[in-house]
Nanobody
Framework: QVQLVESGGGLVQPGGSLTLSCAAS????????MGWYRQAPGKERDLVAT???????YYVDSVKGRFTISRDNARNTVYLQMNSLKPEDTAVYYC??????????????WGQGTQVTVSS
């Protein structure tokens, strides 16, 4: 069984920084695309950033220059470094990964979510 476990959320003042982590565990053969999404109250879940296994990244315009996504393939972990945080970044952040398990079956997995609140 494969699962994603996130950590690193919390309360931060505007202009502050946070780093989110998401570790995949279980019977994993390979992890392909990994990414972060967020869902603000009353809104849909939206893409924030993605990273391919080889390291190619993509960011939505609203976080470009402020957020950095990275991954450690040896640790099956993806990170989201968030700088210059704004109140509009407040949301539950979800980790997502395309994982091929030890039976060579690929599925899309989600973490449980971690709350990020930007407020003074």
């Amino acid at each position: 069984q494969v699962q994603l476990v996130e950590s690193g959320g919390g309360l931060v003042q505007p202009g502050g920084s946070l780093t989110l982590s998401c570790a995949a565990s279980g019977s994993i053969f390979s992890i392909y695309n990994m990414g972060w999404y967020r869902q603000a109250p009353g809104k849909e879940r939206d893409l924030v950033a993605t990273i391919e296994r080889a390291g190619t990244t993509y960011y939505v315009d609203s976080v470009k220059g402020r957020f950095t996504i990275s991954r450690d393939n040896a640790r099956n972990t993806v990170y989201l470094q968030m700088n210059s945080l704004k109140p509009e970044d407040t949301a539950v952040y979800y980790c997502n990964a395309d994982i091929e398990n030890s039976d060579y079956v690929s599925n899309d997995y989600w973490g449980q979510g971690t709350q990020v609140t930007v407020s003074s």
